[in-house]
T-cell receptor, first 114, second 114 residues
Framework: DTGVSQDPRHKITKRGQNVTFRCDPI?????LYWYRQTLGQGPEFLTY????????KSRLLSNRFSAERPKGSFSTLEIQRTEQGDSAMYLC????????????FGPGTRLTVL | SQQGEEDPQALSIQEGENATMNCSYK?????LQWYRQNSGRGLVHLIL?????REKHSGRLRVTLDTSKKSSSLLITASRAADTASYFC??????????????FGSGTQLTVLP
């Protein structure tokens, strides 16, 4: 257990539905990341928050995806009008500020879009 | 897109043997990190090596970095069945931003047979 939690752990939804995932980072960490991982591949960066500010977004993050970190603590990732290609593991990670480079990953949310 | 490639894609060894995994990457980096992922779980940070370092040890792990060849290797000595997992290298690129998002390779699936 790295101290980063994600909810739910699994989500099955029908195409076209909206889904929302939550990440609770390590409390002292002001940096938060979302990644997506498909089967047999490494994680791919989606977006980054420093405190409540969303500072970077990957071009993988289509306009159907939105992420928030309203109080600089937990974060949510919402996918609207889900497509089968959205099926993946969604991973959240956090790290401390300053010179720290190590990211602590949560267990992930596995999304299956039918 | 993936920054690096791991080699081999899959490795199967007997308990007690050493396992060597290689990683190549494409751009100049700030540091390179190795992560481990058990099936269906989140990633666990193993070791970080900075761009000005050539070798680093942590317990049974030894990492080397050759920035001229843009490659790294991870050696696990005296392997155990519990080392069975996927291993990913991840690079943090030099940039003006603070994100330091990680770019992962495609991973090596290590199986240690008892």
């Amino acid at each position: 257990d790295t101290g980063v939690s994600q909810d739910p752990r699994h989500k099955i939804t029908k195409r076209g539905q909206n889904v929302t995932f939550r990440c609770d980072p390590i409390s002292e960490h002001n940096r938060l990341y979302w990644y997506r991982q498909t089967l047999g591949q490494g994680p791919e960066f989606l977006t980054y928050f420093q405190n409540e500010a969303q500072l970077e977004k990957s071009r993988l993050l289509s306009n159907r995806f939105s992420a928030e970190r309203p109080k600089g603590s937990f974060s949510t990732l919402e996918i609207q009008r889900t497509e089968q290609g959205d099926s993946a593991m969604y991973l959240c990670a956090s790290r401390a500020g300053g010179g720290s480079n190590e990211q602590f990953f949560g267990p992930g949310t596995r999304l299956t879009v039918l | 897109s993936q920054q690096g490639e791991e080699d081999p894609q899959a490795l199967s060894i007997q308990e007690g043997e050493n396992a060597t995994m290689n990683c190549s990457y494409k751009t100049s980096i700030n540091n390179l990190q190795w992560y481990r992922q058990n099936s269906g779980r989140g990633l666990v940070h193993l070791i970080l090596i900075r761009s000005n370092e050539r070798e680093k040890h942590s317990g049974r792990l030894r990492v080397t970095l050759d920035t001229s060849k843009k490659s790294s290797s991870l050696l696990i000595t005296a392997s155990r069945a519990a080392d069975t997992a996927s291993y990913f290298c991840a690079t943090a690129i030099i940039s003006s931003g603070s994100a330091r998002q990680l770019t992962f390779g495609s991973g090596t699936q290590l199986t240690v047979l008892p």
